[in-house]
């Protein structure tokens, strides 16, 4: 994720979500929380919590996101 960039707030109604940062700082809004992880942490997004992945620092973050099942048509923006 290149710097100063960011997803649209959604959740997933059915999905849950493992992210897990490589490389930068990736933060994590979580139901209005401030999480901020770096390489080598990793937070689990249980379906219907609203969350948005940003990345604030000057330096692109690079992350895996894990779904289960996949979120192909389970995106809800709020």
């Keep these: ?3 100063d960039t960011y997803e649209i707030r959604h959740f997933h ?10 490389s930068g700082v990736l933060t994590l809004e979580v139901e ?14 249980d379906n219907g919590t609203v969350h948005q992945a940003r ?15 996949s979120t192909a048509n389970d995106r809800h923006e709020v």
Excluded: C, H, R, W
């Design 55 to 69: 990345n604030e620092d000057g330096t692109a973050a690079e992350f895996l996101v894990v779904s289960s099942p």
């Design 13 to 22: 109604k059915i999905a849950t979500q493992f992210f897990y940062v490589l």
């Design 1 to 3: 994720m290149p710097p």
């Design 32 to 45: 209005g929380s401030i999480i901020k992880l770096s390489a080598q942490d990793g937070l689990q997004i």
